[in-house]
């Protein structure tokens, strides 16, 4: 069921703020090879992000982040929105690399908000796309398949 309330108070959202805006994805990989130091990177990378999208008033105004998460899976861990309210969570490491699926959902996240900027009257930039990966295509725990924990 849709949530009506929820759906309103976003386009008012929109339409209250006058500025341009540009939609950002993070489609960040939480993948197994990610433990350890990579996955710690990671979050320090977002953290970092966060904090400069905060310390610039247009920026603050026009930029709206969202991010996605890939493991064995992709989801959409944070909806689209300005810094000052976007609510990360700490991302943890496991599983299979399912790349493709992160990719393919953060585009479709991303024409769908151009879309809503669209169908609200909202003048916007060229969306960006920014992938946090350690570029292994794949990995397994030691003594699962072939590759006995190690990178390809």
């Known amino acids: 069921m849709m949530n009506y309330n929820a759906m309103l108070s976003g386009l008012r959202d929109l339409v209250d703020n006058p500025t341009p805006r540009v939609p950002v994805l993070l489609c960040l990989d939480t993948s197994g090879s990610m433990m350890g130091a ?12 966060m904090a400069e999208m905060k310390s610039d008033d247009l920026t603050r105004c026009s930029a709206e982040t969202a991010v996605v998460s890939f493991d064995d899976s992709a989801d959409c861990v944070a909806d689209f ?45 060229q969306p960006i796309l920014v992938v946090m990966s350690d570029g292994h295509p794949q990995w397994r725990p030691k003594g699962v398949g072939g590759n006995n924990g190690a990178h390809p």
């Open 38 to 49: 990579p996955i710690h990177e990671l979050n320090l990378g977002v953290q970092q992000y």
């Open 81 to 125: 929105d300005t810094a000052d309210r976007l609510q990360v969570p700490e991302m943890e490491a496991g599983g299979m690399t399912c790349m493709g699926e992160g990719l393919s959902l953060g585009l479709y996240l991303l024409e769908k908000r151009k879309a809503q900027y669209k169908a609200t009257g909202v003048d916007y930039y």
